[in-house]
């Protein structure tokens, strides 16, 4: 958004500073200048000369060797141009003047003759459109007066506002709005041109004849009040330089008078209106309504828009002539011949008018505005500073019956905020004098009323749209218009004190450290949302389409996963192709679908061991034991029981191995599973290698606390002694029976038994390599004793199916 210094001017006297200066003082205090520009720079630097001389250029026979007087003495340059003559008077551009574009000027040698400097055209200045030579200026030009003073233009600073930093205050997108905000920073008086009198001389130009047209709104439009007036004998011609300077200097194209005078008014105002060429409104009507099934409209810019049932439309009796808020039709606009307008003021539901604009993909001054939410209360005092200019431009124009109006919901009472100025200043960190703060709400036009103690602040209804709503709001405006600056940063006087880690977040951070510092993987993070594509890659057979994303970013994020090991599938397959072994884990939740809670969300912990020489399996499930034990878990493993169902992991899921498989129960309940992933599904995921993973829910304990119940004794004075032998076994036998038939020896010195490996023979049989761990701690064990020792586990081993490899 451009702003004209200028312009503000009109309402209030701003301090001679440097226009850096200035910009950086807005920026501290109000909003963000991107950007400050100054105009007229060129056209002070270019003065008006005579050409005294002409001579043709010796070494070409288009160029001219020109003389001029500039006031200041005669200089000489090398002209083109087709119409220069001795006697007339040009502008002249001397050494050093820039140009738009980044071009300077520079002394230099045009075919072997120095020119000091540039004869202009009017195109080069900006002036006009004719380029076919220099511009003429008449007799009456002063030479030596600059082009500035000759034009009657005056030099202008303009900020280039960030719209960005004004989202949050539609106040601010016109000139008066902006004014008031400098008044305050800089402690000057506001001139307030639309006041009651001003008003009430305007009311006096109505009369009593029935308004030509009328308005209609219907309740279910996005409408917030509409207001229009009648005016004829109006004359459609160029607007006045003062005006078309003022548009195009804020990056609007002057097109007539009275269109002309509704973008002047938006930019002062900061309240979009609309003029109708009145005789285009069909049976006298306006009405606003809602736009009907397969309906289009062609908007001013000639394109035509296919609407849906929520946009509003404003419509004459027969047909629509613009998108409420948004964008007029072709047939509406004011034309040459125009003489009998209406002007229309309304307000609109910013939400709507968003939703619309961004459907459509057309955001135009108006709709930026009214998606700010603006304030109803505007409406009247817009229509009549159009009626107003349009009386000043058209001293013919009558009005045509009174202001009418419709669509006005009941108004709010004012929002009243009440805080004590000990509170204000105890915020701020800063001790402002008696006074202080009631003046600068007042400058900002906030009504403050005071007894005992207690400031009663009333909000203005601009400000009240969505900007100001609590104490925090009134206490920021008093620290920007001090200026932050001059608050004295210090630390807050807050007790510290120790913070204790929930239950849930203690045995998060215990599996994570054990898995990280002791089973070596590496933690990984996956999005919770996931795809129908990834799911059904998966051969998942839970899609979530209840938790499905109204308007997802990518079809790849649509849902809410329904359990983690999809996720952790799509990792290990991304880290197989670098790595030939690895370890990873990720501590998150998934989400099921639940009538009563709309969502079940379930805190998890899923590992993925991989490896392309061997299976992992054995590893990940002793790692397992040794992570159940480090959390003082008493878990229990085993074989899944397909008569009750493992609310992890439904049987029929493709990536369940027929052998390597164990069920985890914790406090009597299935809490996980462990397997090792079967070919077909790592086949769908190009894993080259084996994978073992598996699943932990710890939503039913995690926010328990679990006690330790680890023992300390001391290590053993007398050495251990350790036993392998391997057994052959059907493939299909879990390895956890073979442990827990030698847990069922009654031999107190037995205090271990692990698998130490795992051989496929064939299809049908497979070798267990099983460990036992025996020690005394009250002597040495003899020869004998750990003879009969093996014999014994040898034996248990055979008696229960086990018979020794061969």
């Given at each position: 958004m451009?702003?004209?210094?200028d312009?503000?001017k009109?309402?209030?006297?701003?301090?001679?500073?440097?226009?850096?200066?200035?910009?950086?003082?807005?920026?501290?205090?109000?909003c963000?200048v991107?950007?400050v520009?100054l105009?007229g720079?060129l056209?002070?630097n270019?003065s008006?000369?005579?050409?005294?001389?002409?001579?043709?250029h010796?070494?070409?026979?288009h160029?001219?060797?020109?003389?001029?007087e500039?006031g200041?003495?005669?200089r000489e340059?090398?002209?083109g141009?087709p119409n220069?003559k001795?006697?007339?008077?040009v502008?002249y551009?001397?050494i050093?003047?820039?140009?738009?574009?980044?071009?300077?000027l520079?002394?230099?040698k045009?075919r072997?003759?120095?020119?000091e400097g540039?004869l202009c055209s009017?195109?080069?200045?900006s002036?006009?459109s004719d380029?076919?030579?220099?511009a003429?200026?008449?007799?009456?030009?002063?030479?030596?007066q600059t082009?500035l003073?000759?034009?009657?233009?005056k030099?202008?600073?303009?900020?280039?506002i960030d719209n960005?930093s004004?989202?949050?205050?539609?106040?601010?997108?016109g000139?008066?709005g902006?004014a008031?905000e400098f008044?305050?920073?800089?402690?000057?008086e506001?001139?307030?041109?639309y006041n009651?009198?001003w008003?009430?001389?305007?009311?006096e130009?109505?009369s009593?004849d029935?308004a030509p047209?009328?308005?209609?709104?219907?309740?279910d439009?996005s409408?917030?009040g509409?207001s229009?007036i009648?005016?004829?004998?109006?004359?459609?011609?160029?607007s006045?330089d003062?005006?078309?300077?003022?548009?195009?200097?804020?990056g609007l194209r002057?097109?007539n008078?009275?269109v002309d005078?509704?973008?002047?008014?938006?930019?002062?105002?900061?309240?979009?209106l609309?003029?109708f060429d009145?005789?285009?409104i069909k049976?006298?009507?306006?009405?606003?309504?809602r736009?009907?099934e397969n309906?289009?409209?062609v908007?001013?810019d000639e394109v035509?828009?296919k609407?849906v049932s929520?946009d509003?439309?404003v419509?004459?009796?027969e047909?629509?002539?613009?998108i409420a808020?948004i964008?007029?039709?072709l047939d509406s606009?004011?034309?040459e011949?125009t003489?009998?307008i209406?002007?229309?003021?309304a307000?609109?539901?910013?939400?709507?008018?968003?939703?619309?604009?961004?459907?459509l993909?057309?955001?135009?001054?108006a709709?930026?505005?009214y998606e700010?939410?603006?304030d109803?209360?505007?409406?009247?005092?817009?229509l009549?500073?159009?009626?107003?200019l349009v009386?000043?431009?058209?001293?013919?124009a009558k009005?045509?019956?009174?202001?009418?109006?419709?669509?006005?919901k009941e108004?709010?009472?004012?929002?009243?905020?009440?805080m004590?100025?000990?509170h204000?200043c105890?915020?701020?960190?800063?001790?402002?004098?008696?006074?202080?703060?009631?003046s600068?709400?007042e400058s900002?036009e906030f009504?403050v009323s005071?007894d005992?103690?207690l400031?009663s602040?009333?909000?203005?209804s601009?400000?009240?749209?969505?900007d100001?709503e609590?104490d925090a709001?009134?206490i920021e405006?008093?620290g920007r218009i001090?200026?932050?600056?001059?608050?004295?940063p210090?630390?807050?006087?807050?007790?510290?004190?120790?913070?204790?880690?929930?239950?849930?977040k203690?045995?998060?951070?215990?599996i994570q450290d054990f898995?990280v510092l002791?089973?070596?993987a590496h933690?990984?993070?996956?999005?919770?949302?996931?795809g129908?594509k990834?799911?059904?890659?998966a051969?998942?057979p839970q899609?979530n389409?209840?938790?499905q994303?109204?308007n997802?970013?990518?079809?790849?994020?649509?849902?809410m996963?329904p359990?983690?090991?999809p996720?952790i599938?799509?990792?290990?397959?991304l880290n197989?192709?670098?790595q030939?072994?690895?370890?990873m884990?990720?501590v998150?939740?998934?989400y099921l679908p639940d009538?009563k809670?709309?969502?079940n969300?379930?805190?998890?912990v899923?590992l993925a061991?991989f490896s392309k020489?061997?299976s992992?399996?054995?590893?990940l499930l002793?790692?397992?034991?040794d992570?159940?034990a480090?959390l003082?878990?008493?878990v229990?493993?085993?074989r899944?029981d397909?008569?009750s169902?493992?609310?992890y992991v439904?049987?029929?899921?493709k990536?369940?191995?027929?052998?390597?498989?164990?069920?985890?129960?914790v406090?009597?309940?299935?809490?996980?599973?462990i397997?090792?992933?079967h070919?077909v599904?790592?086949r769908?995921f190009k894993i080259?290698?084996?994978?073992a993973?598996?699943?932990?829910?710890v939503?039913?304990?995690?926010?328990?606390?679990?006690k330790?119940?680890?023992?300390?004794?001391?290590?053993?004075?007398?050495p251990?002694?350790?036993?392998?032998?391997?057994?052959?076994t059907?493939?299909?036998e879990?390895v956890?029976s073979?442990i827990?038939?030698?847990?069922?020896?009654?031999?107190?010195?037995l205090?271990?038994?692990?698998i130490v490996d795992?051989?496929?023979?064939d299809?049908d049989q497979?070798a267990?390599t099983?460990?036992?761990?025996?020690?005394?701690?009250?002597?040495?064990l003899?020869g004998?004793?750990?003879?009969?020792?093996?014999?014994?586990?040898m034996?248990t081993?055979?008696?229960?199916?086990?018979?020794?490899k061969?």
């Open positions: 451009i702003v004209s210094i312009w503000i009109d309402f209030v006297n701003i301090p001679d500073m440097p226009s850096e200066e200035l910009g950086t003082k807005f920026t501290l205090v109000t963000e991107e950007e520009l105009t720079e056209l002070n270019v008006v000369a005579q050409i005294t001389e002409v001579k043709d010796p070494d070409s026979d160029l001219h060797l020109v003389k001029f500039t200041k003495g005669i340059v090398v002209c141009a220069v001795p006697g007339l008077k502008p551009a001397p050093g003047t820039s140009f738009p574009g980044g071009f300077t520079v002394p230099k045009i072997g003759v120095m020119s540039m009017e195109t080069e200045l002036i006009g380029d076919s030579g220099l003429e200026l008449p007799e009456n030009a002063i030479v030596g082009m003073e000759y034009l009657g233009r030099r202008d600073v303009l900020l280039d960005k004004l989202t949050h205050r539609p106040d601010l997108w000139h008066f902006m008031r008044a305050a920073v800089f402690g000057e506001l001139k307030y041109p009651e009198a008003e009430k001389s305007l009311s130009k109505f009593t029935k047209v009328t308005i209609e709104v219907a309740a439009s409408c917030l509409f229009g009648s005016i004829d004998n109006v004359t459609v011609q160029d006045p003062w005006m078309k300077e003022r548009l195009e200097a804020c002057a097109i008078n009275i005078i509704s973008n002047y008014v938006m930019l002062e105002l900061g309240h979009p609309h003029i009145r005789d285009t049976g006298g009507k306006i009405v606003v309504r736009a009907g309906e289009t409209f908007t001013l035509e828009r609407l929520t509003t439309l419509c004459d009796a047909r629509a002539s613009s808020g964008m007029g039709g606009g004011v034309k011949s003489s009998r209406f002007i229309e003021t307000n609109w539901k910013d939400s709507e008018i968003r939703t619309t604009s961004s459907r993909g057309l955001r135009t001054d709709s930026q505005r700010k939410c603006l109803s209360n505007q409406n009247k005092q817009t009549l500073r159009a009626l107003d009386l000043q431009l058209c001293p013919a009005v045509v019956g009174n202001i009418e109006t419709d669509g006005y108004e709010k009472a004012p929002l009243v905020l009440q004590t100025e000990e204000i105890r915020v701020l960190g800063k001790d402002l004098e008696a006074g202080k703060i009631t600068i709400l900002l009504i005071e005992k103690g400031l602040i009333t909000v203005p601009y400000r009240a749209t969505k100001i609590c709001d009134i405006e008093i001090i200026g932050y600056d001059n608050i004295v210090a630390s807050p006087l807050n007790a510290i004190s120790a913070v204790r880690l929930s239950n849930a203690k045995l998060t951070r215990n898995l002791r089973a070596r933690e990984v993070l996956t999005y919770p949302m996931v129908e990834l799911l059904k890659k051969s998942w899609l389409e209840e938790l994303l109204a997802p970013t990518s079809p790849e994020s649509d849902r996963r359990s983690l090991i996720s599938l799509q990792s290990a397959a197989q192709k670098t030939s072994a690895f370890r884990f990720e998150g939740r998934s009538a809670k709309f969502s969300e379930r805190s998890q899923a061991w020489k061997e992992p399996f054995m590893d002793n790692n397992l034991e992570l159940f480090y003082n878990l008493k229990k493993l085993s899944p397909y008569r169902v493992n609310p439904e049987p029929e899921w990536g369940l191995h027929p052998n390597e498989i164990l069920n985890f129960q406090m009597g309940k299935v809490a996980g599973f397997t090792s992933v070919p599904v790592s769908d080259k290698g084996n994978l993973i598996a699943l932990l829910d939503t039913d304990f995690e926010t328990r606390q679990i330790d119940k680890t023992r300390y004794e001391p290590l053993s004075r007398f251990s002694s350790t036993f392998d032998c391997t057994v052959v059907e493939s299909k879990p956890a073979i827990s038939v030698l847990n069922k020896l009654k031999i107190k010195e205090e271990q038994v692990s795992v051989f496929q023979m299809n497979k267990v099983v460990r036992t761990t025996f020690c005394d701690r009250e002597k040495t003899s004998d004793f750990i003879s009969n020792f093996e014999k014994s586990v034996d081993l055979e008696k229960n199916g086990y018979p020794l061969k």
